[in-house]
């Protein structure tokens, strides 16, 4: 078998991959970036075996770097996953070890609060706000387990309040120093939301990235009495074209609430420090920018030895998720779960045809037994969400 063509579409904001060979087999994948960032590795990967998926990955890795840049090369390794389950009749869980578990946890990604008043945005950033999305969130027919909200700069909560910080400025991503109103107001958003919450469901907050590293101290500090699952990306995290381990280590160790960072970091190699020092609690790798569902599955084993937990991040479209379901299925049991972060998105799932719908029930996916991904792109739907004058897979 030998691959004959990439081709790719724009969808939602994402880009839908697919690899095509010369025995009519052919595989999705799915990229945070413009189309013409993929199409750039087309030929490097013409005429090679799809099913030989690391000779492949040696030949491209290389081309990729932190967040975004990684996630063309991880959209093929996605891509070529799909193929060889497929040629060889098996789902790519299967590929990567086999699953552990029949099913597999997602959270919800929740954002910031409701918009209590539809004419003034900052509204959204109340204790009232975030308690309502909460309540609304806790009876969503879905049954998540576990919610996460942004607060900090994630999100513009921080920013909405009035001397909330200094130096921060609108932009993303950014960075300062949190005032004690600013500090007082972020912890009166998690205390609304636990009212809600109570022990019933799990609490995360995402939190940065750019505070400095006294202001993370103090609010992890103040968020302890909370049990939150984690507080995400305090120093450093999405779009930051690096990270410190000394710094995250250093926050850490001064802290009961379990730190978490990782979404933005390409392969292996940038999670080496941060595990073996145990700069964080928990990594969070995306398969769409780290390197593959490979790369991801190694990292959760690295972070297993050392006693740390990974709970994937995700966002984008039906694709990428179901990949997650597929490595969430075989990483070991310090995996916690992967995001899910189209809870506003109508009929989302659509998108997608071949698995069991709904395909989020009691707050956790059914992994599929067929072949490669288990999925196939609803055609009907996907050329009404492609932008004008766009073919498909033209």
Not at 101 to 119: K, Q, T
Not at 352 to 367: L, T
Request: hydrophobic fraction near 40%; glycine fraction near 10%; proline fraction near 7%.
């Amino acid at each position: 078998m030998r691959i004959t063509d990439l081709k790719a579409i724009t969808l939602g904001g994402s880009t839908v991959i697919r690899v095509e060979t010369d025995e009519d087999i052919y595989g999705y994948g799915e990229a945070h970036c413009p189309k013409q960032h993929v199409m750039s590795l087309k030929r490097l990967i013409i005429g090679e075996d799809p099913t030989d998926v690391a000779r492949v990955m040696k030949k491209i890795r290389f081309r990729g770097a932190f967040k975004p840049f990684g996630s063309p090369v991880s959209s093929i390794e996605m891509a070529l996953w799909d193929i060889a389950g497929k040629a060889a009749g098996l789902p790519v869980h299967k590929l990567l070890g086999g699953k552990i578990r029949e099913r597999v946890r997602v959270y919800c990604d929740c954002g910031v609060g409701v918009r209590l008043d539809p004419e003034d945005p900052s509204s959204a950033y109340s204790p009232e706000a975030y308690a309502e999305k909460a309540r609304m969130r806790m009876n969503s027919p879905e049954g998540f387990t576990i919610l996460k909200f942004d607060i900090g700069f994630h999100g513009g909560q921080l920013l909405s309040v009035p001397g909330g910080s200094y130096e921060a400025e609108a932009t993303y991503p950014t960075r300062g120093h949190v005032t004690e109103r600013g500090l007082k107001a972020e912890v009166a958003c998690v205390e609304a939301i636990k009212e809600v919450l109570g022990d019933k469901v799990g609490l995360a907050v995402d939190c940065g990235p750019g505070q400095i590293l006294p202001a993370a101290i103090r609010l992890a500090r103040a968020l302890e009495p909370f049990n939150l699952v984690w507080a995400e990306d305090l120093l450093t995290g999405d779009y930051t074209p690096y990270t410190d381990p000394k710094d995250y280590r250093l926050l850490t160790s001064s802290t009961s609430t379990p730190i978490l960072t990782g979404e933005q970091i390409y392969l292996r190699h940038g999670f080496r420090d941060l595990i073996e020092q145990h700069a964080v609690d928990i990594v969070a790798p995306d398969i769409c920018d780290v390197g593959g569902l490979a790369e991801a599955k190694w990292i959760a084993e690295l972070a297993d030895l050392y006693g740390l937990l990974i709970a994937p991040h995700n966002t984008g479209l039906p694709i990428a998720f179901m990949a997650n379901v597929h490595v969430g299925a075989a990483m070991p049991q310090n995996f916690i779960a992967f995001e899910f972060h189209s809870a506003d998105i109508p009929r989302w799932e659509d998108l997608i045809e071949g698995v069991e719908k709904p395909m989020i029930k009691e707050g956790f996916v059914k992994v599929p037994d067929s072949p490669g991904l288990g999925i196939e792109l609803n055609e009907k739907v996907a050329r009404r969400c492609l932008p004008e004058g766009e073919g498909y897979f033209e």
